[in-house]
């Protein structure tokens, strides 16, 4: 573990009526997936309005920009991937 986030879902504070987030980060010094962990754990907490904790640990020798990137746009499918399966079950989701 490199970067734990914890995001919980609130009114939006511009437009209460809309669905945002709060989110916690912990990281280990000169590590950087706590970035990723908060992206995700914002997501899903806005998106599923329930509270959420992700988990980041990422290891590349030498990781160029476009490396990072590539691990970016994953994490970002992961996020995707995970609310296809939380509501696919026909429940709805709780977006504002």
């Known amino acids: 573990m490199h970067g734990l986030a914890v995001g919980i879902p609130r009114p939006?504070?511009?437009r209460p009526a809309r669905q945002?987030?709060?989110t916690s980060v912990f990281a280990?010094?000169?590590h950087k997936e706590d970035e990723m962990a908060r992206s995700m754990a914002t997501e899903l907490a806005r998106r599923l309005g329930v509270t959420s904790v992700v988990v980041a640990g990422v290891h590349l020798?030498?990781?160029r920009p476009?490396?990072?990137a590539v691990v970016m746009r994953?994490?970002?499918r992961a996020v995707e991937a995970v609310l296809a399966c939380a509501?696919?079950?026909g429940r709805q989701k709780r977006r504002g």
């Open 66 to 68: 476009a490396d990072i």
């Open 74 to 76: 994953n994490a970002d």
């Open 20 to 22: 945002s987030a709060t």
């Open 87 to 89: 509501t696919s079950d």
């Open 12 to 14: 939006s504070l511009a």
């Open 28 to 30: 280990l010094v000169s």
């Open 61 to 63: 020798e030498r990781a």
